[in-house]
């Protein structure tokens, strides 16, 4: 089976930083991989990379064969790349189907105009989206607060709903900024267990930034370990967790 997504040598360079140096990796459909390091190890600029955000001094970042490291934030997110971030972003004053149906702008079908003019078309395109919405937050047990402002919600329900929006339209490729950030241990396993549902069901290819080890060893398939902008382990967690250089670079002792 072909790679999602494959990035060779890949470098970032601020000034006389390196921030990102010589790192490849490849993520296959359905497969959830953990990027973990210490802070500054150049996890976050890696994404921003991925996601267009900054400029690749070095290297290739490639969508299903196709090299994307040219283009632009949006054209990257039309491919099918979508991420969260650590800081949220959710509309407080719009409610949870509401928020998750701007996941689904590069989805619908219609055309602004007709958005804007309210056509047959749109009205229709406006209606499946809404059903397939409901139909996936009902699926990750959210229905319940499908109608409630964003701005209401624990912590915890607004996380899962920022992963619900950016999975709404079943894109290729999900990448999550550490995601369990600022959640209690039960909330962080049911956000686990939905992550590794919406990949394993739908085939999305998963990668994720993430501090919680807990959270890494019960959802990931694979564990790539940065150290200083550098790879320094890739492989099974059980395996990674065990390394040594793990334990240098991430832990602080040998």
């Known amino acids: 089976m072909a790679a999602l997504l494959e990035l060779s040598e890949v470098t970032v360079q601020f000034g006389g930083v390196v921030a990102v140096d010589r790192v490849s990796l490849t993520l296959d459909p359905g497969e959830i991989m953990a990027l973990i390091g210490p802070n500054g190890a150049g996890k976050t600029t890696l994404f921003n990379a991925i996601a267009g955000n900054v400029p690749v001094t070095g ?12 283009l632009p934030v949006h054209g990257i997110a039309g491919c099918g790349i979508r ?26 079908a219609s055309r602004f105009f007709g958005l804007v003019l309210g ?6 395109s406006e209606r499946e989206a809404t059903v397939r919405v409901r139909a996936l937050l009902d699926q990750v047990r959210l229905a319940a607060i499908a109608d ?12 899962m709903v920022e992963i619900v929006r950016a999975v709404a339209g079943l894109p ?3 990448l999550l900024d550490e995601p369990a950030v600022g959640l209690a241990p039960p909330v962080r396993a ?19 930034i993430e501090h919680a080890i807990e959270l890494v060893m019960r959802v990931a398939d694979r564990v790539i370990v940065l150290s200083e902008g550098s790879k320094v ?3 099974a967690p059980e395996a990674v967790r065990a390394d040594h250089a793990v334990l240098e670079a991430y832990l602080g002792h040998g």
């Open 148 to 159: 409630r402002p964003a701005r209401g919600l624990s912590g915890g329900q607004q996380r």
């Open 119 to 124: 056509g047959v078309g749109a009205r229709r």
């Open 233 to 235: 382990a890739d492989g």
């Open 83 to 108: 991420r969260t971030f650590q800081n949220g972003g959710l509309f407080p004053d719009l409610s949870v189907i509401e928020n998750v149906l701007v996941g689904l702008h590069t989805a619908v």
């Open 190 to 208: 049911e956000l686990a267990n939905l992550v590794r549902r919406l990949a394993r069901e739908n085939g999305i290819g998963v990668l994720l």
């Open 172 to 174: 290729p490729v999900l």
């Open 59 to 70: 290297g290739k970042i490639c969508f299903r064969g196709r090299e994307i490291q040219n």
